[in-house]
């Protein structure tokens, strides 16, 4: 029995989490954007598999910042381009 | 101006031979170009149809003259088809997954759905080489399919067996383009090729188009001659040839002597698109010069793209050697008259300018000298006719102009220029500078100035842009002055300030306490804009003096404060503070220097304490004035003393040597020592090392020890009288370690941070025995610079120093092309209004610039306010 490594309790990953609709549409809205404008990250990314997300979605990373101590980053999953 | 468009899409397609001979205006059919009376032949390569580049001639095509013409396309029908060498790797890949006998792909419908994915989710992959198995049956007809041999160039072979032996069946371009016909549309698809626009019988060319003559101009020599572009040269190459093949085919030559031909044909065609493709010898100019054909034209750095493209020659440019000038301001740069009397600024007339420039315009293009006002060197009407000014015409011209005209004015003392060294590797390199006009043949800088171009006067050369526009001076002087870029966006400190003698010069003249004469304390400050000497610090005998530390402050702020530590400070266990014997505390209380040495810590570039101080405290401006008053305050209290090194300041007295000379012998005993456990077996190894390296380990350690103390030796001997060490503890230039190899010992040279191993057998040179594990024998060099080196030290020397050349070269070249790479991917980001970093579509790269919205050069070591510096100035002392 092998048992599968969850990346997102490893200390270096920083949390992911899916953003709702709701909280897009503000994130949209307060940089005046559009979703094809953010950041992207491919679906197979190890950190994106393992809360659940897919195409499409928006996930909100929160990770600690040498800089500024906690910075929020925002990336749109897409489908990873074959080669 | 036209908006912006957003590229949609980008599409790529081969030129059909029916587009080639729609396109064409003229069949070409003669490789001559003019004919004796210097016109061009009909059909010939430069015929009138093709454009026209002598001036008075018309186009054939569309009557137009020589600078309007566009120029138009021509062909040649060739003989047989040859490959188009761009288009290899396509042809090697068709051929490959293609049935040789249906054209069909050698895959089933199944097969293929598998790698494209299905008609509705087409997100698979392109079919590839790999997907086909060699040698397969087709799945269509049956047919049984042959290895293809691919030979660089351009050669494709079948490989058939034949009585067991294999045999290889050369492929003519005809026959593989009669299989590229065969392809079904269909069946392209999936091979990522759109035959609506790209059949893959295009890549093999029956007809050629031949280019306009406006991009293949023939140029006259002095002589008379005329001497034809590179590619016109290849063209005539490609016409002989194909006229020759043409002629043997219809007299029905041997099949031996038309392949030679359509070879010949095939290697002309091939270098008329790349003249430097693998496998092919380049075809050379009568000189020996390899032609520069079409693909040459676009490659590299000198190429259409990077050469003509993206980066340009521009005019209001000049040039010229670089020679310091310490009595500049920072801001300010030496402009030599020869190049102020010919760079212009355009002025537009006013009535409000009109008699001022009428004076310039009647002064001309020749100003005497350099404090002469300037002169003009063109007027324009309001027509935009240009009136050159010249000895004859300056009255006549200067009482024509009238409000509506344009004075092309000289540089003058004052005016804004760009200034820049290559290689330009961070803002700082481009910085803008008020113009002196001056003697000489020379740019002149403010030594203080070199670190942010990495400047130095051995030969350096620096480009000057003069701005011609209002907009463009203003956005010069606020954004990129010299003053409004003192601190570097690297580290947040000051990359302008003092440098060499500027860090000597104020050590020897803060260092301790001096007391100067009236006369003296003049001679020093004489040249700074101070207006009155403070009261003198002390009288003797009824003449004043004044300290060295009161002359110092009288070029700082009156506010200011601060206390740190100078860079010749030893970083005791406990600071004993004002009570310090090297005077390195410095103390400085509402802008009296109370105590300590100033140096390189407090006014060098890339430290500079109380440059970084005052531009907190007082602005960018007060700090460039503060650099200027220390650049010619340092210079005059260097030369109070004068200052030089020579050779007898490397002597140590005969104790120091007995006691250097002891310090070698022991430790080359002990490195025998050492040598002999090991032999015997007795060297116990450490964790993780074999024997060897153990004690290679202790013998550097020996030796590096051992020179060390040869150093202190001589640093007992040498104080602060020795130039050198001046230099050294002031932070000016050099270190104790090169003092140590001038004075003591040069110590071991190393090659990867090993001793020295390589050479012959079991010895590094033939003056050693075998196996000779000692001191001298790897590299050890026990004399100094001053005393000389032995042949085998020199030798040894010699290797070392050659790694830190080989060293520099390849970091050099490499880190060149890791910044090209960056600053491509990087080029146009900009931080929006809202403090995103965003590139030019408006895509987000970075939520908040840095992650902290903050600007490096504002934030004090990355905090958004200096509590410490705000604390120390209004408790006046250390926190």
């Known amino acids: 029995m092998s048992t599968k490594l969850n990346v997102l309790e490893h200390v270096m990953v920083p949390d992911h989490k899916i953003m709702s609709d709701e909280e897009v549409t503000e994130l949209l809205t307060r940089y005046n954007i559009s979703t094809d404008q953010l950041p992207k990250v491919y679906h197979d990314d190890p950190a994106v598999k393992s809360i659940g997300a897919s195409a499409d979605d928006v996930i909100r990373i929160i990770r600690t910042s040498h800089t500024a101590g906690r910075a929020e980053a925002y990336r749109l999953v897409i489908k990873r381009p074959k080669k | ?879």
């Open chain 2, 1 to 879: 101006m036209p908006s912006p468009k957003r590229i949609g899409q980008i599409g790529f397609g081969l030129l059909s031979p029916k587009e080639i001979r729609e396109m064409s205006v003229r069949k070409i059919i003669w490789a001559d170009t003019y004919d004796d009376d210097g016109f061009p032949y009909p059909q010939g390569l430069m015929d009138l149809n093709l454009g026209v580049i002598d001036p008075g001639l018309r186009c054939k095509t569309c009557d137009q003259k020589a600078s309007e013409c566009p120029g138009h396309f021509g062909h040649i029908e060739l003989a047989k088809p040859v490959i188009n060498v761009g288009y290899t790797r396509l042809i090697r890949k068709l051929l490959r997954v293609t049935c040789r006998s249906c054209g069909r792909v050698l895959l089933s419908p199944e097969e293929i759905e598998k790698v494209v994915g299905t008609e509705e989710d087409q997100t698979g992959d392109l079919l590839s080489e790999k997907d086909v198995k060699k040698e397969r049956i087709c799945p269509h007809c049956g047919e049984q399919q042959l290895k293809i041999n691919f030979e660089k160039p351009t050669t494709f072979s079948e490989v058939v067996v034949e009585d067991g032996k294999k045999v290889e069946h050369k492929l003519t371009p005809a026959d593989i383009r009669s299989r590229m016909e065969k392809i079904p549309n269909e069946d392209l698809i999936p091979l990522g090729i759109n035959p609506d626009v790209a059949r893959p019988e295009w890549t093999i060319l029956t007809v050629l188009p031949v280019p306009p003559v406006t991009m293949r101009p023939s140029i006259i020599l002095e002589n008379g001659q005329r001497s034809e572009d590179d590619l016109t040269h290849k063209l005539v190459d490609i016409i002989r040839i194909n006229q020759r093949f043409k002629e043997n085919q219809d007299a029905g030559a041997p099949q031996l002597i038309i392949e030679d031909l359509w070879e010949l044909l095939q290697y002309h065609v091939t270098t008329y698109m790349d003249n430097e493709v693998a496998g092919c010898p380049p075809a050379r100019h009568r000189s020996g010069r390899p032609l520069k054909t079409l693909s040459q034209r676009l490659k590299g750095k000198d190429g259409r793209f990077r050469g003509s493209l993206s980066g340009k020659r521009v005019n209001f440019s000049s040039r010229t050697v670089i020679s310091p000038d310490p009595n500049l301001s920072v801001a300010q740069v030496g402009v030599p008259r020869a190049v102020a009397n010919e760079m212009t600024i355009p002025v537009r007339v006013t009535t409000a300018n009109l008699e001022e420039l009428k004076g310039i315009a009647r002064i001309g293009p020749n100003r005497p000298d350099v404090n002469a006002p300037c002169g003009a060197n063109y007027a324009i009407r309001p027509d935009n006719r240009r009136l050159r000014l010249a000895e004859g015409n300056l009255e006549t011209v200067a009482d024509m102009i009238e409000p509506g005209w344009t004075v092309e004015r000289q540089l003058r003392d004052g005016d804004v220029v760009l200034f820049n060294r290559q290689p330009s590797l961070h803002r700082m390199s481009i910085m803008a500078h008020r113009v002196k006009v001056m003697e000489g043949r020379t740019f002149r800088l403010n030594p203080a100035v070199c670190p942010p171009y990495n400047a130095d006067f051995d030969g350096d050369e620096m480009n000057m842009h003069v701005p011609q526009t209002e907009e463009a001076r203003a956005e010069a002087t606020i954004l990129i002055s010299v003053q409004e870029n003192i601190l570097s966006p690297r580290f947040g400190g000051p990359i302008i300030g003092g440098i060499h003698d500027h860090v000597s010069g104020m050590f020897m003249l803060t260092h301790d306490v001096r007391w100067f004469t009236k006369e003296d304390a003049l001679y020093l400050l004489k040249h700074t804009d101070i207006e009155r000497l403070p009261p003198p610090g002390k009288v003797e005998d009824g003449i004043d003096y004044w300290s060295n530390k009161q002359v110092f402050s009288q070029i700082l702020p009156a506010q200011l404060t601060t206390v740190f530590h100078a860079s010749s400070c030893q970083n005791c266990d406990t600071c004993k503070k004002e009570l310090c014997d090297r005077d390195a505390y410095v103390r400085i209380i509402d802008g009296n220097l109370e105590m300590g040495t100033i140096d390189k810590k407090a006014i060098g570039a890339f430290d500079g304490q109380i440059v970084n101080r005052i531009i907190r405290h007082y602005g960018m401006r007060r700090a460039a004035e503060f650099i200027d008053d220390m650049t010619k305050l340092s210079i005059r209290g260097i030369m109070l003393d004068g200052f030089s090194f020579g050779i007898d300041d490397e002597d140590l007295s005969k104790t120091e040597y007995g006691q250097i000379d002891e310090v070698l012998k022991n430790a080359a005993l002990d490195v025998e020592r050492r040598i002999k456990i090991y032999e015997d077996g007795q060297l116990e190894p450490m964790p993780g090392r074999t024997v060897e390296e153990t004690l290679e380990m202790q013998i550097m350690q020996v030796l590096g020890k051992a020179r060390d103390l040869t150093g202190q030796i001589a640093g007992r001997h040498l104080g602060l009288g020795n130039s050198a060490v001046l230099m050294a503890v002031s932070g000016a230039r050099g270190s104790m370690l090169n003092l140590t190899q001038m004075a003591g010992c040069i110590g071991q040279q190393s090659v990867r941070g090993e001793r020295i191993i390589r050479g012959y057998d079991d010895r590094t040179l033939p003056h050693f025995k075998k196996g000779d594990r000692g001191s001298d024998a790897h590299g050890f060099i026990q004399h100094s610079y001053k005393g000389g080196l032995n042949p085998t030290e020199f030798f040894f020397h010699a290797i070392g120093g050659r790694e830190g050349l080989v060293d520099t070269a390849v970091r050099t070249s490499q880190s060149g092309y890791l910044q090209r790479r960056m600053i491509n991917a990087l080029q146009d980001l900009k931080v929006a209004y809202d403090g995103t970093v965003r590139s030019t579509g408006g895509k987000i790269i970075q939520f908040e610039y840095g992650e902290d919205g903050t600007d490096p050069t504002k934030s004090a070591f990355g905090d958004p306010v200096d509590v410490k510096g705000i604390v120390e100035s209004i408790l006046k002392e250390e926190v």
